[in-house]
């Protein structure tokens, strides 16, 4: 779904879906998108299993084998996806290892479970701007009453649950 303005979606709702684009007149009330809030250094139990999970890259890129840019960027927000109660991990990687040149991060998302990681949803690059209050308006969610996980605008497209994963 392609979003017009990063307030509300229009009336006229474009879904756009392995790259085709189809419109959908909407009935129902606009639904508002909530802007997830991002944090660079917060969520340190959350922000020390990321490190783990992605500790060989981590020190590849501090050892500069991929370029010049030693350091990965991590930001985290924290949302109940899929209405369970518990935050799903919304991580975004700020290295081009993760997400190329054509974007600035790679978003993932993840289940937790007993404390740990659980489920790994890759989502999609981005490019993501975050304020120094954690503030951005590239990700965010929107309640689907249809569908158990919500679903996600990124970059002003719309990613949608099909069971199993985001499309």
């Not at 490190?51 to 840019?69: A, F, L, P, Q």
């Not at 590239?138 to 069971?163: C, T």
Request: proline fraction near 3%.
């Amino acid at each position: 779904m392609e979003i017009s303005d990063h307030t509300q979606l229009n009336q006229v709702v474009n879904i756009k879906i392995n790259n085709e684009t189809a419109v959908k007149e909407s009935s129902k009330r606009t639904p508002k998108i909530k802007w997830l809030r991002f944090d660079s250094e917060g969520y340190p139990s959350e922000r020390a299993l990321i490190k783990k999970e992605y500790e060989t890259e981590i020190k590849e890129i501090e050892r500069g084998d991929y370029g010049n840019v030693n350091e990965l960027g991590i930001a985290i927000a924290l949302e109940d996806l899929n209405g369970d109660g518990k935050d799903e991990v919304v991580v975004a990687l700020f290295h081009p290892y993760f997400s190329g040149y054509r974007a600035n991060c790679l978003l993932q998302i993840y289940t937790m479970k007993d404390e740990k990681l659980d489920q790994q949803f890759p989502l999609s690059n981005a490019n993501l701007i975050v304020g120094e209050q954690g503030d951005q308006q590239e990700v965010g969610v929107i309640d689907n009453p249809e569908l158990q996980w919500k679903d996600i605008v990124v970059n002003r497209n719309l990613w949608r649950w099909d069971g199993e994963k985001y499309e």
